[in-house]
């Protein structure tokens, strides 16, 4: 994704094959719309006997004739340029009204934003042909107005679109900067608005123009349009009233009309794959997946490691594990070959700054790395079963003997259920506890991890408690089971940091009462003191240096290690002088 | 909450009157043009004049909408410029027969989109490749153009089912499964695949939660995970997409009701507007509107009970 | 004495509605901030400090209260005024991802302040201002996206600093950084006052970081200010009780006075358990 946006967005769309093909057929549209005057075989409504409902591929009329005997081809070709003609007006009518007004809404809000949103919920939701047919009592057939009403009634999409960019870009820090640095709203709107609003505008414009091109087919198709002018609609519809006499003559109309639709719509995802391609890496196919895994385990027979310290008081043996992503055609790996053990009642503290591959030791002890992530090889080692070998035994494991504290707390409630539901939900899971003695055992729980109305809390949504309250919750959440092992990943990163110590304080007790090994995710040096017994520090998907607390904070060997402590320390505080 | 409903009802109120009022103004705005429309294209200046007056379409717009609504709240439409046919009692003939295919629709949408949109979302690969490609062709190829391929196809190739008319249930019940069952599938292939789709997307969004990741984590199946929370957070965009489906089901109905010439609502409005019968138009403007609300109105309620912040409040 | 560059007084800020619904988020806060000085305001979240600059920059209104600019008031000014003071007071976000625009080369971003004041000969400007921040001149041509978050910030920094402002507001500037980035960028703010006499009103929840770099800090709870002073005196010998928990909350990276400092903490008195 370095290409530069603003250049090559013709050339990007040409190299992506749908898209290429879509935009080939629709210029061949517009083209013959333009040239049939010259290039048709005869004029619209020219009658020829020998041409009536002939079949197609007769001599001088390729597909054939209609009732009337005129010739069909000619007709269709005419009937491109009402075709294009509506496209235009539609799409003139509807991009004007819909993208001016969702600017003006997006951007200054109040009471525009509310009577404009409130016609365009009222448009919306109204079956448009209804309308369109009213407005034919008033103006009989005249398809220029109707589709300038259709281009309102399709407006919305633009106002609705429009208007949630603009919401969002106004919420971008970057305006607010161009507010301080003193520019006037109209260079802000065309500045730092219009660029982000353009794309979405482009690939919505093709589906208003397939949407357009079917209402005006199927207007003239209920016999609202001109019946003198030649239209795709109009032929579709006297083909199908002749549909006993000539049935082929049915399908050129269909077709043509499908085709165009069928153009516009993959002209509008292939835009849309090209304008927002986003740099997030996608799930490989099965197949591929396969191959890169097999390439992977062939190398990794060469590597061998060392099945080091697995003595008794081992919980959790973490073995040469390499994770990877698939990033634009190739696999970027994250971790490479990290070993790692957890000793019971021993907090591990997996130190590292953003990127280091840190959380994806993390997920991948639990098996719940994103799809699109591949496990290249290693072995996560629990009571002498490998999960990552077993999928079974990892969903066993899961929740029962190793458990998970989440970094966000707000996020990782589910907002639909109570609180008492989920971890009933959580709990029964993995035991054979009834509902009643759920509750108990979570009632009792909730006290321990400093909640002091249980009952109550647990009959209130996510959205009803603080951060703080949730984080609790969700530890409780992970004991609630007497797990082996919990993995934390950032535990009190989203917390103030006088809720962060009593959290803090909460996970030290529980891992000294339960006798709990501890994976903890950080990047906090600090939080390390003041919990961990042993440190891995990670750096660019590797462990760098292992130590106990006391020696590596005391004397640290790697450069690495050396000048985390010391940013670290530069910002700490000095001690309060009695 | 019942402040939020109150308020929703409301507003359906002030939609009510506002598009009614705005469709009155097209349909009876142009007077002489009615008049003409009704007497033929031959008739004389002084007739045409005379019919305006006769039909009361010389009064100001408003008063005439106002005449209308009054009307309208005692039950009564109207009736046909030509016929003389009460509005009320076309419509009632008309109404179940496009109700009776746009619900039955709607059902089936609902069911088999849902199990399509979390299929291709939760099993990924193949399977959702060849949905999403399905879905945009789907969505893609106009209704009424399914419908003619679908007379083509049974009712002229193979005839194995009725190509147009409509048997009332109480004549026949079999018949008139017969006479609805191609108008419902040509309206549900398009329907489907984009409910489906927009569906997928609202359960991958779930899925992509990282409160599913933590659900997981505490060891709950992964068939609870999918059933019991992706699809209970997925229900309300699922339920906009439905009331949204509802109305480009009455849309394509319109078009649908043409192929197959079923006594419906929108052949009514088609053919009185081609017409110049305004009541006629009119009534089935306002039967319209009304569905469109009160599906809105239930959508907004059904929303409302399944958002535990808006119950709370 | 002179008169303060900036003085707030009695600020108040409120959101949403009249009467009940609404939420006071800053309740009456007073303090001055001089020519050249850094004045720190921390607190946790919803403590209102993040509130307060966007009220001095204009970005959040303000309900009553005043705020003065070299013996003005600024607040509640018209947009014309606002553009004016766009010389005086400028800001540096958090964010170093949303508050520059993808689509714009790093020296269209630098330039746009110069062009929106009228200043002339933007492109040497530029790469002045480069220079003074550390990064390479080449930057001017690339996209904000090829920057890691430490440059990007960096390029932040270079924009507030491009019509030589007397105060820059720095809201948490460092937080969405790595702890080595961290000290690099606080390193280079303080380069930057010493060159320039530039004042920071800087805003941050880490008391370690705002010790760092000021040479007052105020303590803010609940859109209060319940400490302010010297900052060695509020960082070593806090006198508000509240003051004294957020120090203690803080965890150092060192085990032995860790565990010291956890013992102190736990004796205060439990007060206002979440």
Known sequence: ?578 | MALTLLKNLVRSLAVLLVVTFATFSLTFGNGPGIARAVLGMNARPEDVQREVIALGLDQPLLVQYGNWLKGALSGDLGASFYTGQTVTNALSSRVPVTLAIVVITLVLTAALSVLLGVTAAVKGGWVDRVLQFLSVLGTAVPAFIVAIVLVFAFAIAWRVLPATGYVSPEISLSGWLASVTLPVVALLIGSMASAAAQFRTAVLDTLSRDYVRTLRARGISERHVIFRHVLRNSAAPGLTVLSLTTFSLLGGAVFIEQVFALPGMGQLANQSAQINDVPMVMGTVLVTIVIVLVVNFLGDLATTVLNPKARTR | MTQPLLQVRDLVVRFGGRGKSATTVIDGVSFDLASGETLSLVGESGSGKTTIGRAILGLAPVTSGSIGFRGQTISGVSRARRRELARDLQVVFQDPYSSLNPSMTVGDILVEPLAAAGVAGGRARVRELLDAVGLPTDAAARYPREFSGGQRQRVAIARALALDPAVIVCDEPTSALDVTTQARVLRLFKDIQQATGVAYLFISHDLGVVNQISDRIAVLHHGKIVEIGDARQVATAPRHEYTRRLHMAAPVADPAKQRERRELRQALPAEGRS
């Open chain 1, 1 to 578: 994704m370095t290409e530069n946006p603003r250049r090559g967005v013709l050339v990007r769309l040409l190299r992506n094959p749908q898209g290429a093909i879509c935009l080939v057929y629709l210029l061949l549209v517009v083209l013959v719309a333009v040239t049939s005057p010259w290039l048709a075989p005869t004029g619209p409504s020219v009658t020829e006997l020998d041409a009536t409902s002939a079949p197609p591929f007769t001599a001088g009329h390729l597909l054939g004739g209609d009732g009337a005997g005129r010739d069909i081809l000619s007709r269709l070709m005419w009937g491109s340029r009402q075709t294009v003609l509506a496209c235009l007006i539609i799409l003139a009518v509807s991009v004007v009204t819909g993208v001016l007004s969702g600017l003006a809404a997006g951007f200054y809000r109040g009471r525009f934003e509310a009577g404009a949103s409130f016609v365009a919920d009222v448009i919306m939701s109204l079956p448009g042909v209804v309308l369109l047919i009213a407005l034919y009592a008033l103006t009989g057939p005249n398809i220029p107005v109707a589709m300038a009403a259709f281009g309102l009634i399709l407006a919305p999409t633009y106002y609705r679109l429009v208007r949630s960019v603009v919401l969002g870009v106004r919420n971008e820090l970057y305006v607010d900067a161009a507010r301080v640095v003193g520019l006037p709203d109209l260079r802000i709107v065309g500045r730092h608005v219009l660029w982000a609003v353009r794309a979405p505008v482009i690939i919505q414009s093709s589906f208003v123009l397939a949407s357009g091109i079917g209402i005006e087919a199927g207007i003239s198709f209920l016999g609202l349009g001109d019946p003198a002018a030649a239209s795709w609609g109009i032929v579709l519809q006297e083909s199908f009233n002749g549909i006993y006499n000539n049935p082929t003559a049915v399908v050129w109309p269909a077709l043509v009309i499908s085709l165009t639709i069928l153009a516009l719509v993959l002209l509008g995802n292939a835009l849309s794959d090209v304008l927002q391609a986003s740099a997030r890496s996608k799930p490989l196919s099965p197949r591929a997946r396969r191959a890169v895994l097999k390439a992977a385990r062939r190398e990794e027979v060469e590597e061998d490691s060392i099945l080091v310290g697995s003595s008794d008081d081992v919980v959790l043996s973490i073995r040469a594990l390499r994770v990877a992503y698939p990033v634009g055609g190739e696999i970027r790996e994250v971790v490479h070959g990290v070993d790692l053990d957890v000793r019971r009642g021993e907090i591990h503290g997996l130190v590292g700054e953003s990127g280091s591959g840190k959380s994806q030791v993390a997920f991948s002890t639990l098996g719940i790395l994103p799809r699109e992530a591949l496990i290249l090889g290693g072995s996560v080692l629990l009571g002498g079963d490998d999960l990552l070998e077993d999928g079974v035994k990892m969903r066993a494991a899961r929740g029962r003997r190793i458990a998970y504290v989440p970094q966000e707390p707000m996020s990782n409630l589910d907002p639909s259920f109570t609180i008492g539901k989920q971890l009933a939900y959580g709990l029964r899971a993995v035991t054979s506890l009834s509902a009643q003695q759920a509750r108990e055992r979570l009632v009792e729980l909730l006290t321990r991890v400093g909640i002091n109305d249980p009952g109550r809390v647990m009959g209130l949504y996510p959205h009803e408690i603080s951060g703080g309250m949730a984080q609790r919750v969700l530890i409780c959440g992970a004991v609630a089971a007497d797990p082996d092992v919990i993995v934390a990943d950032e535990p009190t990163t989203a917390l103030d940091v006088t809720v962060q110590a009593e959290v803090l304080e909460l996970l030290r007790e529980l891992s000294r009462e339960r006798g709990l090994a501890m994976i903890l995710v950080t990047h906090n040096l600090g939080v390390v003191a003041d919990l961990c017994d042993v440190v891995s520090v990670m750096k660019e998907g590797r462990i760098v240096e292992r130590a106990d607390v006391e020696t590596l904070f005391e004397s640290p060997r790697e450069a690495y290690t050396k000048e985390l402590l010391s940013s670290s320390r530069s910002v700490e505080l000095m001690e309060i002088q009695p």
